[in-house]
């Protein structure tokens, strides 16, 4: 609803939406639930300090057909001024349930529920992953923050990739290398940590991608019943708010990663392998997302309880 709206008339987004309560902080801003006429909407206020993220996502959003069950859906982009300061909105669809990781810090899975979060959040990337070509088509775009924080759960059960702050496509890369430092440290891939990835060559942050995508599912699996309490990945090694060197430290020279459950049932062995195949420390043989998702569909359709 709303999202075919041409950009101008946009402008006056802001203005028919009221703000109802915030549901999230961090160091990007705030989110609030809002209404737009009969929909929930949320908004995303960014810190005008963080104008290039506002920018670049609504960029990714407008410029290309962003259309997908499994990505946050966008309505519109909002940049108004409040007294002497800039208001940088982005309004998409509200989510009651929040963040996967808000989600997973709540309640336990059954492994059909974490089967469905999994696949979804797989669907999600392959999407924005892939170059579509012809009238309808996207360029291929990397993430570069995936994490559960920036996944959102649907109240059918299925995930949205949401935050497309960093998201880069080829012709990003090609005007301008981006920072292979920016993200989250605690997702960050050795390659990223190490600096020793192409950084001018727009795979590559395919691949990083893809690790974090390993480290999500770890964080999923580790709540299906008999479920262990939620942990971020790394818990036991990193501390919280890690640094670059921390975390270097950690993934290059130790090469750690989490421990996947010994649960013995195939689906959760088959989880526990297709994780180590996305967090491999030789970016070259990550799974590609399409991979991933063939990989989940498989393990889905031979579990059978
Ligand atoms: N937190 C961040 N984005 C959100 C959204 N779209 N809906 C609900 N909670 C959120």
Redo the contacts with the bound molecule.
């Keep these: 609803s709303g999202s075919g709206l041409p950009l101008m008339v946009q402008r006056t987004l802001a203005k028919q939406v009221t703000l109802i309560d915030c ?2 902080k961090g160091r990007y801003g705030e ?1 609030w ?1 809002g209404s737009w006429y009969a929909d929930s ?2 908004v ?1 206020i960014f810190f005008s300090r963080d104008e290039a993220s506002w920018r670049r996502e609504t960029e990714i959003y407008s410029t290309v057909l962003l259309r997908h069950d499994n990505i ?1 859906a966008y309505v519109g982009s909002d940049c108004t001024s409040r007294g002497s300061c800039t208001q940088l909105w982005l309004i ?8 996967l990781y ?1 989600h997973l810090s709540r309640s336990a899975l059954t492994r059909h529920q974490m089967m469905a979060l999994c696949l979804s959040a797989a669907n999600g990337l392959l999407h924005l992953h892939t170059e579509i070509h012809g009238t309808q088509g996207k360029p291929g775009i990397a993430h570069r923050d995936i994490k559960t924080k920036n996944i ?1 759960v649907k109240v059918n059960g299925e995930c949205c990739i ?2 497309l702050g960093l998201a880069v496509t080829r012709a990003h890369v090609a005007h301008s290398t981006p920072d292979p430092r920016q993200g989250t440290k605690r997702y960050m891939s050795p390659e990223a940590l190490d600096n020793s990835m192409n950084a001018e060559c727009f795979e590559s942050y395919l691949k990083c991608d893809i690790y974090a995508f390993g480290l999500v599912l770890w964080e999923v699996c580790r709540r299906v019943r008999p479920a262990r309490e939620y942990r971020p990945p790394y818990y036991e090694v990193a501390p919280n708010d890690p640094t670059y060197d921390d975390m270097r430290k950690i993934v290059c020279t130790d090469a750690a990663r989490p421990t996947p459950s010994d649960d013995t049932h195939p689906t959760m062995v088959g989880m526990a392998n297709l994780m180590r195949e996305c967090w491999h420390q030789n970016a070259a043989v990550r799974l590609p997302a399409l991979r991933i998702k063939k990989t989940l569909l498989k393990l889905a359709a031979s579990d059978t309880s």
């Design positions: 549901v999230g989110v639930r909407v949320a995303k946050l998409t669809h509200f989510h009651p349930l929040g963040s808000e959102l949401a935050d």
